[in-house]
């Protein structure tokens, strides 16, 4: 079975500051991993999705995130906040290659709040 | 390129009525999910199909849901009758197989009086 966990419902930050948002996963096949951001009254928006290429994934918006098989973590991180990221984030994972079920499994959400 | 696309975007009807939501997902995407997203549960699947068959619907709340995809470029999310319980927004979904990132709607924000 396949979980997602993200460790803080609520984060903030200052303008300019580094974001970090966490995410731990249970996968017992390799797996592929996506952080999606949803603006107030608008639906899920890919972020990046790592699908066991380079570990170090970039993705839109300055975002980044780091596959960590070790840690069994894929946390997203951004070195300087704006305004504009002021949004939820979810974590999600789904198997690998020809066992995919074209299922995404999703994590609880992590609201990000900037401060000005 | 066109999105996944949802209608209607807002709906406010009363308990007991029948609520049709539809969605058209990206033109060639195998797989389609419908969820779910309230305050309370967070982002539920409630549904999902590839190439137009149901594969799992385990998130269907109760009977009184049910959804359809008679072709490819449809889907139908049916409640009936609806309670104030259903308010929420709900979102259709669509992907390539083999684990691609899914793509999502601006979703239906569902109100029940």
């Given amino acids: ?116 | 390129d066109a999105g996944v696309i949802q209608s209607p975007r807002h709906e406010v009807t009363e308990m007991g009525q029948e609520v049709t939501l539809r969605c058209k997902p990206i033109s060639g995407h195998d797989y389609l999910f419908w969820y779910r997203q309230t305050m309370m549960r967070g982002l539920e699947l409630l549904i999902y199909f590839n190439n137009n068959v149901p594969i799992d619907d385990s998130g269907m709340p109760e009977d009184r849901f049910s959804a359809k995809m008679p072709n490819a470029s449809f889907s139908t999310l049916k409640i009936q009758p609806s309670e104030p319980r259903d308010s929420a927004v709900y979102f259709c979904a669509s992907s390539f197989p083999g684990g691609q990132p899914q793509h999502f709607g601006d979703g239906t924000r569902l109100s029940i009086l």
């Avoid at chain 1, 380079?54 to 960590?68: C, H, P, Q, R, S």
């Avoid at chain 1, 979810?90 to 994590?107: D, E, H, P, Q």
């Fill in chain 1, 1 to 116: 079975a396949q979980s997602v966990t993200q460790l803080g419902s609520h984060v903030s930050v200052s303008e300019g500051a580094l974001v970090l948002l966490r995410c731990n996963y249970s996968s017992s096949v390799p797996p592929y991993l996506f952080w999606y951001v949803q603006y107030p009254n608008q639906g899920l928006q890919l972020l990046l999705k790592y699908t066991s290429a380079a570990t170090l994934v970039k993705g839109i918006n300055g975002f980044e995130a780091e596959f960590k098989k070790s840690e069994t973590s894929f946390h997203l991180t951004k070195p300087s906040a704006h305004m504009s990221d002021a949004a939820e984030y979810f974590c999600a994972v789904t198997r690998y290659g020809s066992s995919n079920t074209g299922k995404l499994i999703f994590g609880q959400g992590t609201t990000l709040q900037v401060k000005p």
